[in-house]
């Protein structure tokens, strides 16, 4: 187990040095020169210096990739240029807020996902496994920013049930939630009724039919154990899917959280406050998948012993 | 490399292996899932339950009256800080911290304060005015005030309720200056000094929000026990929470095409003709726009009017100059006629075309349409737009460094055309003064100058009026049009209506009906 | 070998798919015809107006017809869709044949390289390139092909070394042939099928994400008709006007479901799971 721990960590550790070489990389390869568009030809010479220093470009790469590393360990994350506050603060303050978007997004996949993938592997071919494909066919087709729209129109502008923006309390997180969520809680119920399928046409569930054993409580008792496993593994590869859907979906709800903070510091070409929401969010990303990891070696021992 | 859908031969008991959580894995991640949302629901922001909520556009960038430059800085800054003088509705000067003044001989002014108290306790005395002028010099502020320091020569606490201003030169606008927020003396020096000694204090801010308490020392106190701003970038977001009692007023912020649609939720609406002056700017720098014949085609190309029908629901009136009648200075010059033909004309007669202009705009959606409008009718005449929405302050930013071509701005609650000495002289480019577009026009020049030194009131009307007819011949920008102040406000708020200036003192006076009723669940 | 699989209700899933995707692809080629009104031509005084006989789709905040600016939005995004997706196919067959064939070091560094850009969630990599580069659907395009050539990448590599090891393959090695060689012309037609169902779902994946960028204001600068864009505008005035958000949403949806019905249903054809 520990083995298993320090590779996924390190693997976790060089995705996250690639990826803070990434971010750096951007703001060099901007044909031009940033500050130049950033402050315009008039803009005398000590403020050129001090912005060029802010963004570090007066570095080689290197050196201001093992700037920023050490930056990143202490926790300072440079300065917002438009308002100058810390960037880590500013992350700070909108990150709870994406987290419960995620959180409660990932919920609403589960809810919705999970017992449609059940009843689809029940009866294969039957009439809610037709079903669930459509769900999902419907589910992928429809973008969160297309949903979006279309679910506040129907439930919070025809109906006065939910907020329209913002986040001030339950209520207004149901709609980001489940628009954010639909997309993964189709791909969930496809691939948990592909595993769930596979694992009841084996010999111990037959075994355990002949024996007696209702159907459900063989989907749901036997099956689910077993599919759990695969199961995590798409949940963590879609989670990266629900942050960058985050972007956009904070932007349609209006969600004061780390997307949107994105979205707005790029129309301000705030590149400090960009470079640090896309650090964060990737960051979480690598994050999550470590501890899928985990989880998935917690929960089927063998992986355990095979690593 | 996960495992990826390869099944489990033999399956797990769970008694053997997770008997910690007594069940499967399922059940321990919703566990581990409703545990995080739990933690990560974080209670969100509550309004205090008396506090009169105001949706605005953005927060206020500034904290301190001295730099408080935009308009919502403005706005909220003057519910906080008290000045001298204060502007009253109909565009004369009003006493406020100071209840009388004099003229001391050519070049001086003696103010004689009243009985105020800070927000800290301690008395508004001459020395905190003298402090606040002199402050005007510090670098943080960047010549932000350049023009008050170059008039005023010296500033003197002849006793505790006695300022005299001693002026360089004669200065006519210079009782309109004396609106500034005064700080004490105690933290002058220091930026941003948030002390004031108006109706309401700083209480508080929040990523989205800045809240203001009524002040215990304001005199007489508000009734209303506070205020929260809060931003809201989306104009359904901010109509909707209109709607639901979420926020209780808003104005000049909600999309014209839903006013209606609020009037028939039970919101009160209340208009009032404006003074704000929506402008088309010109960077002259460009080769392009040095030409006359080309701005004069611009300003044909327009169509003013069917942008205030459709686009502003009719909530302005077409414009044709900075002030509208009804001001002491307005002019009474005629508007450029929409007129696409002659526009095309003059484009041909200067041979400026194939032209291809930059016009910036903020992001804020009703900006974003207009000045998309404006692209379209440039085009419809020939001239190929590219439209760069910005973010507002990288935009105003932009502007204060000259870097654009085209650009819709407003001036919101002008008082004095000495505005146009520091907007038009040749020798007021940014940071001194606000002269973006770089124009140079002697006889400008020389009228603003008259304009600032003359005190007789009916000379400087003619200087004036010469200078907005030399203004409207050589269009040194297109006048578009002055905004209706438009309130949308819950009923139950009683005692404010807008003023001119749109400004938001009235605040100070306005009280609950009945007191708000807790928003519905949302 | 593996004997094909040709799965009826596969070919009726690709038929369809493809029925939509070509009704689509004529509709934004006919754009001109289809609705003589032009997109780009404003008129206030007729704003925000339902559909009508004059406008089957009624009108937008500036008075343009919205069904013009959707047909024309649909070349667009059908182009960006389609561009991005050929340049990421070709990035990413290059990099993993070259991985796949060569091996030792710069196998292991294309492959690390892989891994690195697949864990970074793709929209965002496409909206940081955006942001930086600035908006235009040239940029788009770029941020879109730097986006989607892992995918191809991985299951290129993973082709050639699979079959590298083949007996057909070490003949011809045997015989002389360079491996540049054996790759191109052995290996690299056993991938097709996959990478077909895989460009597939990258097309359907790009409109979807270029509509993104648009939507966040990224991609092409209005007024250059992006449904992406329309559906941002549709939000703004939803309260009034809710045929302007409904419009580009169907149009989304419809296009994407008519990819990705070709992309599964080709993959069932061709008797391989689809890799979502």
């Not at chain 3, 699989?5 to 009726?12: D, L, N, Y």
């Not at chain 3, 007996?167 to 690299?188: K, Y």
């Not at chain 3, 958000?245 to 479901?257: N, S």
Request: hydrophobic fraction near 55%.
């Amino acid at each position: 187990m520990a083995r298993l721990v320090l590779r996924r960590g390190g693997l976790a550790l060089a995705t996250a040095v690639g990826v803070l070489t990434l971010v750096i990389a951007l703001l060099r390869a901007i044909p031009g020169d940033p500050v130049d568009a950033m402050l315009g030809e008039r803009a005398t010479a000590a403020d050129r210096a001090e912005l060029r220093s802010a963004l570090g470009l007066d570095r080689p790469a290197w050196s201001e990739l093992a700037a920023r590393a050490a930056g990143l360990a202490r926790g300072d994350l440079g300065r917002s240029i438009a308002t100058g506050d810390p960037v880590a603060s500013l992350l700070a303050a909108r990150y709870p807020a994406t987290l419960e978007l995620a959180a409660a997004a990932l919920a609403a996949a589960l809810a919705i996902g999970v017992p449609i993938g059940i009843a689809a592997a029940a009866r294969p071919g039957g009439r809610a496994d037709r079903a669930s494909l459509a769900f999902a066919t419907f589910a992928a087709a429809m973008p969160t920013f297309a949903l979006g729209p279309l679910l506040l129109l129907a439930f919070a502008v025809e109906v006065p049930w939910f907020p329209v923006a913002g986040r001030s309390g339950p209520a207004s997180v149901v709609l980001p939630a489940l628009t954010l969520g639909l997309g993964m809680a189709a791909v969930l119920a496809r691939q948990l009724r592909a595993a769930l399928a596979a694992a009841l046409s084996r010999d111990f569930a037959r075994a355990a039919r002949a024996r007696g054993a209702s159907r459900v409580r063989l989907v749901a008792g036997h099956g689910l154990r077993n599919a759990a496993t695969p199961a995590i593994a798409v949940l963590a590869v879609q989670i990266g899917g629900l942050l960058a859907g985050a972007v956009v979906t904070e932007t349609v709800f209006a969600w004061p959280g780390i997307g949107r903070l994105l979205v707005q510091a790029i129309g301000a070409r705030d590149y400090p406050v960009v470079q640090g929401c896309a650090l964060a969010i990737a960051l979480t990303f690598v994050g999550v998948s470590l501890v899928a990891d985990l989880l998935q070696a917690w929960v089927d021992p063998r992986l355990r012993a095979a690593r | 490399m996960r495992p990826t859908g390869a099944e489990v031969s033999g399956f797990l008991n769970p008694g053997q292996r997770l008997a910690r959580f007594g069940g499967h894995p399922a059940r321990s991640i919703g566990v581990l899932l409703v545990a995080l949302l739990a933690s990560a629901c974080a209670p969100a922001h509550a309004d205090p339950p008396d506090f009169l909520v105001v949706g605005v556009e953005a927060l206020p960038t500034s904290f301190d009256p001295r730099s408080a430059l935009d308009a919502v800085s403005e706005q909220v800054s003057a519910l906080v800080h008290r000045g001298l003088t204060a502007p009253a509705p109909d565009g004369a000067i009003a006493p406020d911290l100071a209840i009388a003044w004099e003229p001391d001989g050519p070049l001086g002014w003696r103010f004689h304060l009243g009985s105020a108290r800070f927000h800290d306790g301690s008395p508004v005395t001459a020395a905190d005015v003298v402090a606040t002028y002199r402050s005007l010099a510090l670098p943080a502020f960047q010549g932000a005030h350049a023009e008050t320091l170059d008039a005023v020569a010296s500033v003197e606490a002849e006793d505790e309720r006695t300022v005299r201003f001693t002026l360089r030169a004669p200065f006519a606008p210079f009782l309109a200056t004396t609106a500034l927020g005064i700080v004490p003396a105690g933290c002058a020096e220091t930026t941003p000094c948030p002390i004031g000694s108006g109706p309401f204090r700083w209480a508080g801010r929040d990523v989205d929000a800045v809240a203001l308490a009524a002040a215990p020392t304001a005199d007489p106190p508000p009734r209303l026990p506070g205020i929260v701003f809060r931003a809201s970038p989306d104009g359904t977001a901010r109509a909707l929470g209109l709607a639901r009692g979420t926020i209780h007023l808003v104005q000049n912020a909600v999309e014209p095409e839903l006013v209606p649609w609020l009037a028939s939720r039970g919101l009160e609406v209340v208009k009032a003709p404006g003074t704000t002056f929506q402008y088309l700017g010109f960077n002259l720098r460009v080769p392009a726009l040095a030409d006359p014949r080309v701005r004069r085609a611009i300003a044909h190309a327009i169509d003013a009017d069917a942008i205030v029908a459709h686009l502003l629901d009719g909530l302005a009136r077409p414009a044709s100059e900075l002030f509208p009648p009804g001001h002491w200075a307005h002019a009474g010059v005629a508007r450029p006629a929409y007129d696409p033909a002659r526009a095309r004309a003059l484009l041909a007669e200067a041979g400026a075309l194939p032209l291809r202009l930059e016009v910036k705009t903020s992001t804020v959606e009703l900006r974003r349409r207009i000045a998309e409008a404006i692209a379209g009718f440039l085009s419809d005449v020939g001239i190929a737009v590219d439209l760069r929405p910005l973010e507002w302050g990288a935009m105003f930013g932009d502007v204060r460094r000259g870097r654009f071509e085209l650009v819709s701005l407003a001036w919101v609650g002008v008082q004095d055309p000495d505005l146009y000495f520091g907007w038009l002289r040749s020798d007021m480019a940014p940071p001194r003064g606000n002269n973006r577009g770089g124009y140079a026009n002697a006889l400008v020049d020389e009228l603003a100058a008259d304009g600032r030194r003359n005190a007789d009131a009916d000379a400087r009307g003619r200087v004036y009026r010469s200078l907005a007819d030399e203004v409207a011949r050589d269009l040194p920008y297109v006048p578009l049009w002055w905004t209706d102040n438009v309130v949308v406000k819950t009923p139950r708020l009683a005692g404010f209506a807008p003023v001119a200036t749109g400004d938001l003192r009235g605040l100070a006076r306005a009280w609950w009906r009945e007191p708000p009723a807790p928003a519905r669940p949302s | 070998m593996r004997a094909a699989r040709r799965s009826a209700p596969g070919r009726r899933r690709a038929a369809c798919g493809l029925a939509l995707v070509a009704a689509i692809a004529a509709a934004a080629a006919l754009a001109p015809v289809l609705s003589p009104a032009p997109p780009l031509r404003q008129d206030l005084a007729a704003a925000l107006r339902g559909p009508s006989h004059e406008h089957p789709l009624g009108t937008d905040a500036l008075g343009r017809d919205v069904l013009a600016r959707l047909v024309h939005g649909a070349r667009l995004s059908l182009a960006v869709g389609a561009a991005a997706t050929a340049a990421a196919l070709a990035m990413g067959v290059v990099l993993g044949a070259t991985a796949g064939a060569a091996g030792g070091l710069l196998d292991e560094a294309i492959a690390r390289a892989t891994d690195v850009f697949l864990a970074f969630p793709g929209l965002l990599l496409a909206i940081a390139l955006a942001a930086v580069l600035g908006p235009s659907a040239r940029n788009v395009a770029i941020a879109l092909a730097v986006m989607g050539w892992p995918v191809y990448a991985r299951l290129v590599r993973a082709e050639v070394r699979g079959a590298a090891s083949r007996d057909d393959a070490r003949a011809a090695e045997a015989l002389g042939a360079s491996r540049v060689r054996i790759a191109v012309r052995h290996l690299l037609p056993k991938a097709l099928p996959a990478l077909a169902v895989q460009a597939a779902f990258g097309v359907s994946g790009a409109i979807v994400a270029e509509a993104s960028l648009s939507f966040l204001g990224l991609g092409a600068p209005p007024p250059t008709p992006s449904w992406g864009a329309m559906l941002a505008e549709g939000r703004a005035l939803l309260v009034v006007a809710p045929h302007l958000a409904v419009a580009p949403a169907a149009a989304i949806g419809i296009t994407v479901l008519g990819v990705q019905l070709l992309g599964d249903g080709l993959a069932a054809w061709a008797g391989r799971p689809a890799l979502r």
